[in-house]
């Protein structure tokens, strides 16, 4: 399945002859979409999504939940989404699941077929069966579930035989991922004696769990959140149907920040600002540490680029979804960068801190890899052919370092289709070239 423009096999990016100065407007979060596409779907009546992203990762949320029984119709020119909810109820009680690569979808989905009455499988692409989802499923199995690994390996394909989820008392740990929280706290209100779930350890990606709790309380649900340790979601709540308008992608907006810092230009993201949920919108005070300027208004920030970039080293943690957008930009920096804590992001659409390591190096580019992260030495880049090992954010990382220096090859551009179908054709736009 491919939302993306016809994309040729590979496509080699042409630098900027200077500063660019561009207006931009980005596609809807897929984070908020998949989130607002789950909780609509539990709510009581008809929902419209406004605004929302049309890609690989959200089609493939929608049409599973149309397998389960819950009407979605889509309108992809019009970017809405009218789902109709079924009040914490799934209706089909045998569906077979095809999620592609979305950790998102996996992982809400898996939550959600434990309210159901039936059997239900769960499967994806094959980077999708490396991918662990047992924390999940041993958090079912503590509430009682019949939630399964088929091959046994902790990853999908997964098989759940439902009987309702009356609710209780969990322990789940916080370091793998943050969407097995996110999952276990929106079928929450829908169960009977509500959830009480206990972080054990670490929780990573913290701003995607707030954003979670904001998409909850939107559609009218409570959750009392205990310093990251303790969640405590009361049982027997409805969601309400609503109008929802999705936020621009933060992650999405990094590609285009980081493209001002490259060529001392300026940009700016409209509808997208300092009032935004998003953690992945902190990645413009990394930028500002590196010597950009930064203008951050309530319904946009802007970005200008300096002379020079300065090193910088950064724990990522809460931000990771952008750490391939500074890696690929900082060979070009004056002096080191160094990103920590990520060690999680080895388990997302690929090991990103390998695959970072590796392109980089492809192109001439010193780098110490971490378990938890990379050092990265200012380096003369050489031209050559990046690999993208089907992750979108590596098609669109080094897309932008391809916008500076000359040579740089971008392998299967068209994975970007996974969260942003028209990377490319925007990129194009914000360099004057459309």
Do not use: W
Request: with cysteine; net charge neutral.
């Amino acid at each position: 399945m491919s939302m993306a423009p016809d994309y040729p096999p590979a496509i080699t990016l042409e630098p900027v002859a200077g500063p660019i100065d561009a207006e931009v407007t980005l596609p809807g979060s897929k984070s908020y979409t998949n989130r607002a596409l789950v909780l609509a779907a539990l709510a009581e009546g008809t929902s419209t999504l406004h605004a929302a992203l049309f890609s690989e990762d959200t089609a493939v949320m929608a049409e599973s939940l149309r397998r389960l029984g819950i009407p979605v119709a889509e309108d992809p020119v019009g970017l809405t989404f009218t789902i109709e909810g079924k009040e914490g109820r799934i209706p089909a009680d045998r569906a077979e699941l095809f999620v592609g690569n979305s950790g998102t979808t996996a992982r809400f989905l898996t939550a959600l077929l434990a309210l159901g009455q039936g059997e239900y499988l769960l499967d994806g692409v094959p980077r999708m069966r490396q991918r662990p989802i047992q924390p999940l499923l041993d958090a079912l199995r503590q509430l009682g579930v019949d939630a399964a690994s088929v091959s046994g390996s902790g990853c999908p394909p997964v098989r759940v035989r439902a009987q309702g989820l009356a609710g209780g008392k969990v322990l789940l740990p916080g370091s793998l991922s943050s969407q097995y929280l996110s999952a276990l706290l929106m079928v929450g209100p829908c169960t009977r004696l509500g959830l009480e779930i206990e972080i054990e350890g670490e929780l990573v990606s913290k701003p995607y769990v707030e954003l979670t709790i904001q998409a909850m309380q939107a559609f009218g649900a409570s959750v009392c959140c205990e310093g990251y340790r303790r969640f405590v979601v009361p049982g027997g709540q409805r969601y309400r149907a609503r109008d929802y308008t999705v936020e621009p992608d933060a992650s999405a907006a990094s590609y285009f920040f980081a493209l001002a810092a490259v060529t001392g230009g300026r940009v700016r993201v409209h509808n997208l600002g300092s009032r935004s949920a998003q953690g992945d919108v902190r990645f413009v005070d990394v930028l500002e540490r590196m010597g950009c300027q930064v203008i951050r208004e309530p319904d946009s920030i802007t970005v200008q680029g300096p002379a020079s970039l300065r090193g910088v080293e950064v724990d990522m943690n809460a931000i990771s979804d952008t750490v391939q957008t500074l890696a690929a930009i900082a060979p070009l920096a004056s002096g080191p960068v160094v990103i920590r804590n990520v060690a999680h992001i080895r388990h997302k659409e690929t090991d990103r801190i390998h695959a970072l390591a590796t392109e980089l190096r492809r192109l001439g580019v010193v780098v110490d890899e971490f378990p938890d992260g990379l050092a990265i030495y200012p380096s003369p880049v050489r031209p050559g052919t990046v690999q993208t090992y089907d992750d979108h954010r590596m098609a669109m990382s080094f897309a932008v370092l391809g916008c500076r220096v000359s040579g740089i090859t971008i392998d299967n551009p068209g994975c970007v289709a996974k969260t942003f179908p028209d990377f490319f054709q925007r990129l194009a736009a914000a360099l004057g070239r459309a």
